[in-house]
Every structure is written in C-alpha cells, then in structure tokens.
C-alpha cells in the first residue's frame, strides 16, 4: 500500500477514524472491505477511486453506518462478517443509531430517480427535519438554507418527477445538506447526470467548505483540482493513499486499477512534467518528437440507415432532425437534457410515448419503414434502452440471444447467435440466468439478443450512463468488433470521452434539432456552446495540431 | 351436429376470449401504460378537491366504500356516476374523464366475466328475486370447473353489473384521493388519523413507485415487441402477444425495482426515518370551510344510509336478515 500521509501530517482534528475494520457479505468466502486504518480530518476533500467492486461502496457504507445498521441490519450483526469500529467525530459508528449519525454524515448516492422519495422539491427537502421532530418554524429555516446553498430556489414548487437528472441530484444534494452534517459523502454522485448538471454538482461540492467531503468518483480529472487527497481501493483494501499533488507521479499505478487517467496525465507522467496543463504537454509531445494515439475514424459512405424524425407533443414540436448512419459507423449522440437524443431514439425504433407524436421517415438499408409497426422496424433496427436489464425476459443466456430469431422465424440463426457468443465473450454463461450476471455481462447479453435476428443497425440509448471507466471500455472494444463486421451503431450518451475513444461521428442536438454534425474532432471545437464540454483528450490533440 | 357442436366450441371459446381480453384490451390498449401513470399520480391543480384537506378525502373514500357496501346496487352506481363527473374538475378533467369512465368499464366487463357464469343459481334466486332464468349461453362440459357447469343468464349478468358497482365508486374515490394529494399529504393525513409512519412511508414509496413500475413495464414490453414477439401474429390477436410480454416483463421490472429500493431504503435511513415514532411538517394541515361541509355531508350520507339499512331499505343484501 501506497501512503504517504507523513507527507502532509495531519493537522486537521479527526472527523473519520477507521479502526481494523473487516465486513464480509452474506454468502462471500473473502471480506469485500479490510482496512487497518484511515483517518480523515475536519474539512478535508477526500477522493475515494477504483474500479467498479474494489470496495469503495462498502467503505462509504461502513462510514455512514448503513454498514451494520441496514445490511445486515444491527439484529444480525455477526462478527464474523464485520468487525473493528469507525468513529464520525467521536460517535462509534456501529454502536450509535442511524437516526443519530444522519445528523452528522450524510449521503448523496449515485442514482437521483431512487434516492428522492417525496413528490414536490420542498417537501424532499424538508423530509429530514421533519423525521427529526424539528419545530415546522426550524424545518423551514433549514429548507430555505439548504436552497440556497445548493442554488435551486428556481425549483421551489416543481415536481421531483419533472425534473432532470442533474437537478434532480442538486434536490438530493440540498435534502442531505438539510440534516446540516459535519461529514458529507458523496457516492459517484454525477454518473447518472448530464455534463453541465455535473458541473453544477461539482462546483457545489467545491463551495462545501469547512465540512469534510468524502467523494466516491470514477473520473478522477474532474475532482482533482479541488480534493487534498486521493484513495485508491482495490479487492477490499487501500492500495494508495496520497495527496492530489502527488496523483501525477502515480497515473501508473492508478490506471493499472482501472481508474480512468486521462490520457494527457499519461504522456505527462512519461515525459516527466509535473503538470495536467495540455498546452505545456503538447508542447513537449511536439519538442520530442512522441507518437500520440489518435483513433481512426471510419469513413462510411454507404448509408444503412436514413431518416427524417419529427415529434410533437401536442403542437410543441420536440425533435426535427434529420440523420443518417453509415455501414460500420458509430455514431455517438450527445446534447443536453432535454435535447431529444432519447425521443429521437425511441421514434426510429417505433417505442414512442402514445401521448408523443411523430412524422417519421425512415429507410434501413434501402427498406422504406415509414409506416412500419414497431415489430416491422425490429426487423432491421435493434433497440437497446437504457435499463437494459428489464429487456432480460428469459431463463438462460442462450434462450435470450436466441429469442428474437425465434419470434421472428429466422432460420439458420445458428451461425450468427454462436458468432455473437463468441464475440461477446458469453460461452460460459450460456446456461445462466442472465439477470443473474454481472452488469458488464447482463449488457453484453442484452447487446447479443438485440442483434441476434439479422439486424445491422443498433440504437443504444445511453449505454455508458453509470459505468466505470473499465465497462465503458469494454463496451467501447465491442462495438468497434461488431462494426468491423458491418453492424452499425447510434450511441446516445453524455459521455464525451466514449465518443472521442469510440466513435466514428458525432451528433450533436440541441432544442430537438442537429446542431453540430461531423468527426468528433471538428464537432467539439464548437460543442461547448450546447452544453458538452469536450474531453481533455480533445484538448490535448488541439494543441498538438496548432502551428 | 358435428358443426353445431364446433360452432358452440368455438363461440365458447370466443367469450372466455373476449372475458379475459376485454379488460386487458381496454387498460393497455386504450388507457395504456401512459395514460394508467396520469391517472394514478398526483398534479397539482386549483380546483374543489385540490383545495380540500387529505384527512376530508380519506374520509370521503371510506364513506364511499361504507355506503357502497351496504347499500342496493344503485346507490353504488349513482356514486360511480357522480364520482366519475367530478372527474371533469380536474386539472386536464376530460381525459382522466375519459380514462375514469375507460377503467370503470374495465372493472364491469372483469366483474361480469368473473362472477356471471359461476354465480349459484341459489344465489341468483335470493338476490334477483326470480325463479325463471333466462339462458343466453351454456359452455361445453370441459369448461366445468369445481363442479361449476359454465352458463350465462341474463341475470347472472344483471346481479354480476350490480355486484361491479361495489367496486367502481370505490376505485373512482380511490383514484380522486391519489390524483389530488401529494404524497407527503397522504402520509400527514394517515399519520394523524395514528397510522404508523412505517405503513404510511411503504404507501407514499408505493404511490411515487407507481409511475416507474408502469415506465418499467412499458420498456420491457416494448423491448420485446422491438425483438419480434408477436410480429408474424395477426393483429386481432396482438392483445394475447402483449399479455404474454407483459406476464414476461414481471420478473425484470422486479428485479430493477428491488435494485432500486434498496437505495430508497438507504435514502429515507440516513435522513432519519424512523427516528422517532411521529414525524413533524413544515407545512401543518389545516381545514378550509370546504372540508367542514364537506365532511359534514360525507357523515350525513353515511348516517343515512346506515339507518335506511338497519330499516330495511336499500339494503346491499337484501336476501338476508
């Protein structure tokens, strides 16, 4: 383990102390969480990274005291599954009841649809308070603070369900601030959000000064600039702990676990800089002479997939755009929320909201679908939402990858399916129950059963949405597979380095209609300006390429 | 004879059909999954039931279902009738109209189907007064089942129509309470008739899970119509297709549900609930003179009833006692 604490000796009074602390889920033979000890002081920033499974969870759990009070649940404490103590500023954790330790850590999780239970913003807010016998006089007061410092009074009075996942969050974000906690961790807080609702959460969390910040965070870039100090966790255990200035002397080690580096620290580290700045980089890059990877973007000039999509809710119109895919493309979608990416989606593959209506144009492969039902457009078109898992409808793998040939008659469907298996990396699991599967597998047989009856074109909305930077990936190396054997993509997503490492073209619409239409590398030159900022690997190539 | 005995077979068959279908047809093809989420939530709005207090409405519903009970079959029916009207108050009033009216329906031809071919001749004897029943079909010996030999009377039709209204000024008050009250006033109006927070929280996360189990459904449906389910059947028998998609959604929308409540469960723990056995509010419930009158013509109706009824008129079961 990497610790370089006697760097930066802690001057801060302890706010998190964690003591020889062991848990150990029902039914696993190996702990999922040892840590011998951690300390975090009183208004520290804390980066806790890692891929998906490296225990991060389970030591934010243990912190907040859901660890042992909910799971397992203080009845069923064994101390064979969890052991050793964490104290929040004096309190022991496993011995103080959890309506006690909400006043002094609170938790904003990854998911916002979930985690937001009341019906209209303030209510949500006030939920809290409210559990804690508060006077109303006190509730309100609190509401009306906990507004303010996270910037939402423009919401007061809206419906949580009308909200987008980046405001939604900044309600989930004022309700945990509402119990005024001395300790806030914030669970991969901006996986489920679009690129600006992240930067407002970011910045939120940046202006918490004075409480100790506890950030679980995939995208490591994005925090750095503001937290002291950095975690990385892998199997259960600290593996580093070192201060954020100190991240640039060891992207080695932590893109060996899997954290998502970007590639600029990289060449950074490689050259010797001490330096996230691009320009100074590049510029270097340049003076040495250093080969810098840059995708190879295919060029498709027959056209699989054409079309004209307009949608209307009531006389409002919400998409008007026009769209074309070529064989063996990817091509990534991004806008705000709002924007109509998953509307567009939803109306090429005939799944439209009935209240929703659409004029839609549409030739797959030199087949005019225009009016074609839902089951006639599946034919050519293969749709995969974002919660992939409710697609999930049968008992094994093989019966799911085959279930669209058999519903559709295909015959002959051997080949293709078993092409898929292999492909997708699922011969093992052809006989398990795909909801029980991992979730880079459960999308990999979701992808597979989508494709399996002859269709070359796949929608995919929002496929990156809540996935490390390893899944991502992954997901990123197999549609690249499946496209050098003629499949074609559409990829909505917010992610604006997938599509830098992936794609082929970019879309971008905003207000419904393509704003910005061409290789990534010229579309982010003007992305910003609806709401993408560009990834820094963008940048980086930018300063390379300027005279 | 071989042809007529076919011909009864297949009319047979054509009714169960029809029987079972018929609801499904009209709650996820005219309603849809869509319309079934604007009538089970909450939108705010300005009008009488908006501005009455959840306590009132609570109240109302259960006098509903008091006096649907025990009352004749018509006063059952008036209720839905009058219940239903007041549908046309609402915020965006004609098209919950329309899916009030679309639902009551459903609840009729569900009833009928349910209760008609095997309601007693006995019971249809006390309750229809009647010694003479007027047969409009009678099934195949196969379709007995449990000793109950399927027959259709126009009066095991009129007694299963009397028995639906039972139900549907219960669900058309039922639907006024969820589409007027937020959430969070349902769970102060249980809590201060002394319902426990517990129960009531499970209630409210039920009611805002309601919409999301219904998009759940709808995506998992659509993913397998997309994938060729049903696509080579003729469309008159498309409803049995979106019946089998939505018996196979069930098992991936409660797996996403469970996934989901598990960080609901973490959300309300850690901000407190449960802390202690009542809860405070921001905003306190207050009653306007509306829920006064209100509630008085709700007790009113309920003291009436329950007296005409220990009197002997319009008793819900007049064949006994």
Redesign the interface.
């Known amino acids: 383990m990497v610790v370089e604490q006697d760097r930066w000796p802690l001057r801060l009074e302890p706010a998190v102390v964690v003591k020889g602390l062991m848990h150990r889920y029902p039914g696993r033979a190996e702990p999922a969480l040892v840590v011998d000890e951690l300390v975090i002081g009183e208004g520290e920033f804390v980066l806790v990274t890692g891929k998906s499974g490296s225990g991060k969870s389970t030591l934010v759990s243990c912190i907040?005291?859901?660890i042992p009070?909910?799971f397992p649940g203080d009845a069923n404490l064994d101390p064979s599954q969890h052991s050793g103590e964490v104290y929040i500023h004096g309190l022991a954790v496993s011995k103080t009841?959890?309506?006690v330790?909400?006043?002094v850590?609170?938790?904003l999780?990854?998911?916002p649809?979930?985690?937001?239970?009341?019906?209209?913003v303030?209510?949500e807010i006030?939920?809290?308070?409210?559990?804690?016998?508060?006077?109303?006089d006190e509730?309100?007061r609190r509401?009306s603070e906990a507004i303010d410092s996270v910037g939402i009074r423009h919401l007061l009075g809206r419906?949580t369900?009308t909200l987008s996942g980046g405001e939604l969050q900044r309600v989930?974000a004022a309700?945990?601030l509402a119990?005024t906690p001395r300790v806030l961790i914030f669970d991969e807080p901006t996986s489920n959000v679009d690129p600006e609702g992240s930067a407002a959460l970011l910045d939120l969390i940046r202006s918490l000064k004075g409480k100790s910040v506890i950030i679980v965070e995939h995208k490591v870039e994005r925090v750095l600039p503001f937290v002291d100090r950095v975690i990385l966790m892998d199997g259960g255990r600290i593996i580093a702990d070192i201060p954020a200035s100190e991240l640039l002397n060891k992207v080695d080690l932590f893109s060996r676990y899997g954290v998502e580096i970007p590639e600029s620290y990289e060449y950074a580290k490689s050259l010797g800089l001490n330096t996230t700045d691009t320009q100074r980089i590049a510029s270097e890059i340049k003076r040495r002479g250093v080969s810098v990877r840059v995708k190879q973007r295919r060029m498709a000039p027959l056209k699989v997939l054409e079309a004209e999509v307009r949608v209307f809710s009531g006389e409002r119109k919400l998409v008007d755009a026009r769209i074309s895919l070529g064989s063996g493309e990817i091509l990534g979608v991004m806008g705000r929320n709002g924007a109509g990416k998953s509307t567009m989606l939803k109306a090429l593959?005939?799944?439209l909201?009935?209240?929703l209506r659409s004029d839609v144009r549409l030739s797959v492969c030199g087949v005019d679908l225009s009016g074609g039902s839902?089951?006639?457009?599946?034919?050519y078109?293969?749709?995969?939402?974002q919660?992939f898992?409710?697609?999930?409808?049968s008992k094994t793998v093989m019966d799911e990858l085959t279930?669209?040939p058999r519903?559709?008659?295909v015959r002959d469907w051997r080949n293709r399916v078993g092409e898929l298996i292999r492909i997708l990396s699922l011969e093992e699991y052809s006989s398990s129950d795909p909801?029980s599967l991992s979730f880079g597998q459960r999308r990999r047989v979701a992808l597979g059963?989508?494709l399996a009856?002859d269709v070359k074109v796949a929608l995919l909305d929002e496929p990156t949405s809540g996935q490390d930077f390893a899944h991502r990936e992954a997901l990123g190396h197999e549609l690249s597979r499946l496209a050098a054997l003629g499949y074609s993509f559409v990829v909505v997503t917010h992610d604006s380095r997938f599509v830098w490492r992936h794609c082929d073209r970019l879309v971008v619409l905003s207000q419904g209609r393509v704003a910005l239409d061409g290789a990534p590398e010229s579309v982010f030159e003007s992305s910003e300006e609806y709401g993408i900022p560009p990834p820094t690997e963008f940048h980086l190539y930018r300063r390379l390429n300027e005279r | 004879m071989i042809l007529g005995q076919l011909a009864d077979s297949l009319l047979s068959w054509l009714f169960v059909l029809v029987g079972f279908t018929g609801p499904l047809v009209i709650v996820f093809g005219l309603i849809?999954?869509?319309?079934f989420v604007e009538i089970t939530?909450?939108?705010?709005g300005t009008s009488f039931y908006y501005r009455l207090n959840p306590v009132t409405k609570i109240v109302l519903g259960l006098v509903v279902t008091t006096i649907s009970a025990l009352s004749i079959w018509w006063i059952g029916a008036l209720l839905t009738v009058l219940l239903a009207l007041s549908f046309l108050t609402l915020n965006n009033g004609r098209r919950k109209f329309v899916f009030a009216l679309l639902l009551t329906t459903s609840t009729v031809v569900a009833t009928i189907q349910g209760f008609a071919p095997y309601t007693a001749a006995l019971t249809l004897e006390e309750a229809m007064k009647v010694k003479v029943f007027h047969t409009l079909w009678v099934w195949p010996g196969y379709f007995s089942y449990m000793g109950f030999q399927h027959t259709l009377t126009l009066e095991s039709v009129i007694y299963s129509l009397q028995i639906s209204m039972r139900f549907t000024s219960v669900t058309l008050a039922s639907l006024i309470l969820v589409l007027t009250t937020?959430?969070?006033g349902i769970i102060r109006a249980l809590s201060k008739l002394g319902v426990p927070a517990a129960v009531t929280f499970s209630l409210?996360?039920a009611m805002?899970s309601v919409?999301?189990i219904f998009e759940?459904i709808d995506?998992?449906i659509?993913?397998?119509?997309?994938?060729?389910?049903?696509?080579?059947a003729h469309p008159s028998i498309r409803p049995i297709y979106y019946l089998e998609a939505l018996i196979?959604?069930i098992?991936?929308?409660l797996?996403?549900l469970l996934?989901?409540?598990k960080?609901?469960?973490?959300?309300?723990?850690?901000?407190?609930?449960?802390?202690?056995p009542?809860?405070?509010?921001?905003?306190?419930l207050t009653y306007s003179k509306a829920d006064r009158v209100t509630l008085l013509l709700v007790a009113t109706a309920l003291v009436v009833d329950v007296y005409a009824a220990m009197h002997g008129y319009g008793r819900g079961i007049p064949y006994v006692g």
């Open positions: 907040n005291g859901v009070h909910l009841p959890l309506h330790l909400s006043t850590v609170g938790t999780l990854q998911d649809e979930t985690q937001v239970l009341n019906y209209d303030e209510e006030a939920f809290g308070p409210e559990n804690l016998c508060l006077p109303s509730v309100n509401v419906e369900y989930a309700a945990v119990m593959a005939g799944v909201d009935r209240k839902v089951g006639e457009r599946g034919k078109i293969a749709y995969v939402p919660n898992d409710l697609t999930l409808v279930y669209s519903k559709r008659g909801l059963s989508a009856a | 849809g999954l869509t319309g939530r909450f939108e705010s937020t959430p969070s409210v996360v805002r919409p999301r759940a995506a998992s659509k993913a397998q119509l997309v994938r060729g389910l049903g696509s080579r196979s959604s098992v991936p929308v797996v996403f996934r989901g409540a960080n609901t469960a973490i959300s309300a723990d850690t901000r407190a609930f449960r802390a202690y009542k809860r405070t509010y921001a905003k306190p």
